[in-house]
């Protein structure tokens, strides 16, 4: 009796024992985003694909330590993360949970989003480009997501309703050959892709390369409306939107179709038609290198040193979407250049939502925007951390940059497809 009287107590500890034990075994993982805890931003974004693709879970901590993921834990994404040199936190339930009553709380400006899929990336640019040549492939490549190029074959091929998103490369939308005819039209480059661009028209049908290259816009156009993500950045956002709103209207002068341009034509562009932009003008010189009153290259007055872009703050609770495409480590992000470098304020559309702008000089750098069913995001400025990248310039090293807060902007639109949709509020 008295040995089973000293056994009892001797249980009892051994049950809370292994109770406690228990409850404090880990059983998320914490995929810290904020300037202090992470050693790579970028590839923290392709852990979380990488766990997507694998039909597992993840949940975006929008506002939390710079936008953290909550992924399941498992000895294969600690080693995942510990390859790619991504810096985790391991949390009990009880830790996660406390994390997510938190988030919770009506007085944070927080929200927990569940990313659900993988979406299927479509990068729409030239076979024969190189990954450096763009900073979204450039990022993509670093950041370990795949992706798929296509081009204007695909496009007119009904291809694009396989893809969840599509990201426009430095793309010249309205035929004329990126407006580079002033400064490069003999150089070998500039009269190689004339004429491939010519043989591509020919060969799918077209007698111009701007009716081509507007029918592509149009293709693009229609995947949006009908629920596409749409990504742009550079010359590939204006060009756009003015290929659309010139549809039906020749705006090529001789160098670039073999004939005149119409009479009058600006007086003729439909801004019902467009994405993002209106009451625009454009660019007649052939000789400069612009396309229309939207780009603000020629008219910033902001030096170097001080050009840089604050993102807006929105309502994680009630404006979920931009509130996922701003997420960062920082509020104010270094600016960079391109040939459309960013957007006159007075020309946005006023349903389009600005998420990031230069105050000083009135400019937007980074907007949003709702097109039928679908979504579209445009990027000013050609690579975040190249200030001003020039024809045969050397490739941007994203090892030397892994926190970088303009890059992850990119990468927030990748994961928008991802997350489980919930009715916007606004």
């Not at 009990?92 to 997510?100: H, K, M």
């Not at 111009?208 to 010359?235: D, L, N, P, T």
């Not at 179709?257 to 009479?263: E, N, P, T, Y």
């Amino acid at each position: 009796m008295c040995r089973s009287r000293r056994l009892k107590p001797l249980l009892a500890l051994l049950v809370v024992f292994l109770c406690s034990s228990l409850s404090a075994r880990a059983s998320v993982i914490l995929i810290p985003m904020d300037a202090e805890s992470q050693k790579n931003h970028l590839k923290a974004y392709g852990i979380t694909y990488w766990m997507l693709s694998k039909q597992q879970k993840v949940q975006w901590l929008l506002n939390y330590r710079g936008g953290s993921f909550l992924l399941p834990d498992g000895e294969a994404v600690r080693k995942e993360c510990q390859i790619r040199g991504v810096s985790f936190e391991v949390l009990s339930d009880a830790q996660a949970n406390a994390v997510l009553d938190g988030i919770s709380s009506p007085a944070m400006n927080q929200e927990s989003v569940i990313l659900e899929k993988a979406p299927k990336i479509a990068v729409y640019s030239p076979k024969d480009n190189q990954p450096w040549d763009d900073a979204v492939t450039m990022v993509l490549t670093y950041a370990e997501i795949p992706y798929v190029t296509i081009y204007d074959e695909e496009v007119l091929d009904d291809k694009l309703a396989l893809y969840d998103w599509l990201h426009l490369h430095h793309e010249d939308f309205t035929g004329q050959y990126g407006k580079f005819y002033g400064a490069y039209r003999a150089a070998p480059w500039y009269i190689e892709g004339k004429r491939l661009a010519e043989e591509r028209a020919t060969k799918l049908g077209y007698d111009k390369v701007s009716e081509q290259k507007g029918a592509v816009a149009e293709k693009i156009r229609r995947y949006v409306i009908g629920g596409g993500f749409m990504f742009a950045m550079c010359s590939a956002t204006d060009s756009f939107d003015i290929a659309l709103a010139a549809k039906g209207v020749d705006i090529c002068e001789p160098m670039f179709d073999g004939d005149a341009s119409q009479a009058n034509y600006q007086s003729q562009l439909d801004f019902s038609r467009t994405f993002a932009f209106q009451d625009f003008i454009l660019e007649r010189n052939p000789l400069r290198y612009e396309f229309s009153s939207i780009d603000m290259t020629a008219k910033r007055k902001v030096p170097k040193e001080s050009d840089y872009f604050s993102l807006m703050e929105f309502s994680a609770k009630w404006d979920p979407v931009p509130t996922m495409l701003t997420q960062n480590h920082t509020a104010l992000v270094k600016g960079f250049m391109g040939q459309t470098t960013s957007f006159t304020r007075d020309e946005v559309k006023p349903t389009v939502m600005v998420l990031g702008e230069c105050k000083i000089n009135g400019e937007a750098r980074y907007i949003h925007g709702i097109k039928g069913k679908g979504f579209f995001t445009f990027y000013g400025g050609h690579d975040p951390e190249d200030y001003q990248h020039r024809v045969g310039d050397p490739k941007t090293e994203l090892e030397l940059h892994p926190t970088s807060p303009g890059y992850r902007l990119i990468l927030n639109n990748v994961l928008f497809p991802a997350a489980k949709k919930k009715k916007q509020k606004t």
